[in-house]
Each structure stands twice: as C-alpha cells, then as structure tokens.
C-alpha cells in the first residue's frame, strides 16, 4: 500500500519553519531560563541582605519588601508603555533589550557592596526590563487564533514550574557557591535566553503573518447563540484584524469586554499570590504540620505550583475548542468550593490534597482570561494590549501577599474564606462576559473600533 509522504509544512522540525512557530520556541524557552534563574536568587535575597550590613529581623523584612516589590510594581507600571514602542518598532528589539537588562542586573548584583546599590540595581531593572509583562505579547506574536490559548498554557505551564523548581536548585547553588556567585548563574541563564532568542525570534509583521482562511468560524455561547457558530468572511475580518496601524491607550480600552478583563486578572492573581504566604502561615497550625514544618511546607507550595503548571497547559489546550469564557467560568466557580475549606482543615493531609485541587481548579484561569484578550485584540495591537492585561495581573499579585499579611494578623483563615468570595464574584462575572462574547459583534466592533483610531 502507498502511503502519501508527510507534507513539509507539517513535517516536525526543530527550530520549526513557520516564523509564528519559532517565535513560541524561542520565547518559552527563553522565558523557562529566566524565571528558574530568577527564582535561583530571589527566595535567598533577604540572607544577602545580611551580607551587607543590614541586621535585625525588621530591617531586613523591610528591605527585603522594598527591593522585592520595586520592580514588578515598575514593570507593571511601564508594561504598556514598552508594549505600544513594540507595536511600533517591533517586537525582538524589544525582547532583545529586555533580556540584555536581566542579564546586566543580574551580573552587577554580584559586585554590589552596600544595600543602597542593590535597590539602584532594582530600580533599573524595573524601568528598562518588564519580561513578565511582555511575555504573553511574545509568544502570541503572529500567532493563529486559534492556538493563541494554547501557546499561553504552555507559557504559563513553563513560568510555574520554573518557579517550582527554582528555589530548590537555587537553595543547593547558595549551599555549594554562596549566594553572590548564585548571581553568576542566574546571569550566565539569562545571557543564555538572549542569544536564543537572538537566534530563533522572527518579527512577523501583519503581511506575514499565517494567512486567514477564506472563513472564520467563532464558537459563541449564550442565550442568544445557544451553542451556534458565527461564521465571518476572512477578508474582512483580517481587514480589521491586522493591516491597521497600532491603536493607542484609549483605542485598547474601548476594546468590547477588555475592561470585563482586568478585574478577573488582577483578582485571580491577587488571591493566587496570598496563597504564597498563607500556606507557610497556615501549615504549622495544623496537626501533623507541627513537626518539619518547613519542608512540608515546601511540599505543598510546590505540589500545589505543579499542579497550576498542569492546569494552564490543559486549559490552553481546550480553549481552542471550547469557548474560553465558559471554562474560565467553571474554573473559578470550583476554586470557590474548594479554597474555602481549605480554612477549616485541622489536619496536613486534607489540606494538601485540596491545595492541589484548587491548583487544577484555578491553576489555567490566567491562561483562559489571556485566551479571552487574543479573541479581542487586533494582531497589530497585541503588545500594548497584553502589556495591559499582564500589568493588571502583575499589580494583583504585587497586592496579594500585603493583603494576606493584613487579614492574617486579623485571623489566619481570612485569606482564604475572602478568597472564596473573590473567587465567586469572579465566577459569576465571567458568565456576564460568556453571555456577552457574540463573536460576530466583537469581530464588528474591533474593526469599527480601529476604523475610529
């Protein structure tokens, strides 16, 4: 029997031909070597603040809260900023100039010698770098549609385990070389990430980027739709998909639902980054988690971390065949059952298993709210819009450990039963986006909307 030979389109090949393919190679990759050598260092830097001069608990908790704090809020803050220069001159100049800021910080943290150069190094880093911000706007650079949600879950799925994994291998480094040559390291990961980048990262501007079908057929939901597709002609929609110029601050907020957007990210990742600090809090307290409680501390974070991991890249995957706004619903409305518990465990074991549920409840949230935007967002205008969703979140998550401190020294399960609420109100908004999100309309209302810009 003869069989048709693989077409070379579709053959499997590393790096892959297709530009909007090596670009999600290049990013994820790169964005796996940034935060394991971020997280290699960070955990350990209120010990390297005691190598400088700082002593006393509360010194070094403040300086550690200021120096930890500074430049996400500055990359959150300037995230857009960067986001519309990229839309403008192009996106790997943009990476390119990040990634060198994160490798220069992290090389010149190893020659500081008094506390005041260490939060100027911050600083800078805060201004001039933002890959958190910018990285979603990467990886979906060129990107079809259609694997927007999936190109975002394995991002995101790479950012946690990153995470996960970095602090231990970081703790061994600080044990073997000492925290200040772990800064080497970190630097030499980083370096690494540019030169792949380098390499690999592709501008795809709209005339290459893949080529739309002569229809798009968008899954709605609702009342209104009740299950049925909307199928757009493809000329038109690529007209107000991509030959457009960039639209500015106002244009991207004028967006249908992205406003709807920004509460959801910025609460979800708000409630995720308390759960960072209660669960250290809250495993001593517990029978069983008396005895070593710091390593079985380090067990659930990182059981609960992997089982997110494992969440965003599932939930990336559906989005492209489900619509997102229904999963996002369901994801939050379960988080909400199983988060509140969690406060009333008495022992280590429940608590654990439902730290790891509530994982692969709300773990693909994030990943479903950015699939969301991809849906909205004009091809042209995807860094300055991403830049904003991923400053929302990244301002939640810089506001989710302080609020936890407050409720917490109020009551210990505070966190975790307002967290329910959250999680709730959030569900029940995201079926006012489901019952909103007629595709056919959103499609119209982006092109009217850049037709205005």
């Not at 592709?202 to 049925?228: F, H, K, L, N, Y």
């Not at 106002?250 to 959801?264: D, E, M, S, T, Y």
């Not at 710091?294 to 494992?310: D, N």
Request: glycine share 12%.
């Amino acid at each position: 029997m003869n069989q048709t030979p693989a077409s070379p389109a579709h053959a499997e090949t590393f790096p892959p031909r297709e530009p909007w393919r090596r670009n999600q190679v290049a990013v994820t990759i790169a964005a796996a070597m940034v935060f394991l050598g971020f997280t290699l260092v960070t955990p350990f830097l209120p010990f390297y603040i005691e190598t400088l001069g700082i002593h006393g608990v509360r010194r070094v908790a403040l300086w550690s809260g200021i120096l930890l704090t500074i430049t996400p809020l500055l990359a959150a803050i300037l995230g857009p900023f960067w986001g519309r220069l990229a839309d403008r001159v192009g996106m790997k100049i943009m990476v390119q100039r990040i990634l060198l800021a994160i490798a220069l910080h992290w090389g010149l943290m190893f020659f500081v010698t008094n506390v005041w150069q260490m939060l100027g190094l911050r600083v800078l880093l805060g201004l001039f770098s933002g890959f958190g911000t910018m990285s979603v706007a990467l990886v979906t650079h060129g990107c079809p549609g259609d694997r927007i949600g999936r190109a975002v879950g394995v991002l995101q799925a790479t950012q946690i385990v990153s995470t996960a994994v970095g602090p231990l291998i970081g703790g061994l480094l600080a044990h073997a070389i000492g925290i200040r040559s772990a800064f080497l390291v970190t630097c030499a990961l980083c370096s690494g990430a540019f030169f792949f980048v380098l390499a690999l990262y592709r501008d795809t501007g709209p005339g290459a980027d893949p080529a739309d079908p002569e229809t798009i057929v968008v899954q709605q939901e609702g009342p209104v739709s009740a299950g049925v597709r909307a199928v757009v002609s493809g000329p038109s929609a690529a007209a107000g998909a991509g030959s457009r110029s960039p639209l500015g601050f106002r244009g991207i907020l004028a967006l249908p639902l992205f406003v709807h957007l920004l509460p959801q990210l910025f609460l979800i990742n708000l409630v995720d980054r308390s759960l960072f600090l209660v669960v250290p809090l809250f495993v001593p307290s517990l029978e069983g988690g008396r005895n070593g409680a710091e390593a079985l501390t380090g067990i659930v974070v990182s059981a609960g971390a992997l089982a997110s991991a494992a969440s965003a890249y599932v939930q990336g995957r559906k989005a492209g065949r489900a619509a997102p706004a229904g999963l996002l619903r369901l994801s939050l409305a379960a988080s909400s059952l199983l988060i509140v518990p969690m406060a009333f465990c008495r022992s280590i074991v429940p608590f654990a298993l439902l730290r790891v549920l509530l994982g692969l409840a709300v773990g693909g949230a994030m990943t479903l709210g950015y699939t969301l935007g991809g849906g909205i967002i004009p091809r042209s205008s995807r860094a300055i819009a991403y830049g904003i969703l991923s400053s929302t979140a990244m301002l939640g998550g810089a506001l989710g450990p302080v609020l936890c401190g407050a409720l917490t020294a109020i009551d210990l399960r505070a966190t975790l039963l307002i967290g329910g609420l959250i999680y709730l109100a959030l569900a029940l908004h995201a079926g006012t986006i489901a019952r909103r999100s007629g595709a056919a309309g959103i499609l119209a209302a982006t092109a009217a909307t850049e037709r205005r810009a």
